[in-house]
């Protein structure tokens, strides 16, 4: 017996590379269409200089969003 892989396990290994390989490109293309075609939606947050906030409450610098006017 030789000690070097046989064809088939060689045929075999590669195959797994290249399926481990298309399996993370489609991944990462999946994250990038998802990032790049998402918008979500802005979300109630104090904004600063608010009243009645509590002395340890966070909330965002710089707000995305501008205020959409006649909602309370």
Not at 28 to 37: E, F, K, Q
Request: charge should be positive.
């Amino acid at each position: 017996m030789s000690s070097a892989p046989s064809t088939r396990n060689r045929i075999a290994i590669w195959l797994g590379v290249g399926a481990a390989v298309l399996l993370v490109a489609a991944a990462n293309a999946h994250l990038l269409y998802v990032a790049v075609t998402s918008q979500p939606e802005c979300v109630s947050h104090l904004k600063p200089g608010d009243s009645g906030t509590e002395r340890g409450s966070f909330s965002a610098a710089k707000s995305a969003c501008s205020p959409q006017r006649g909602k309370s």
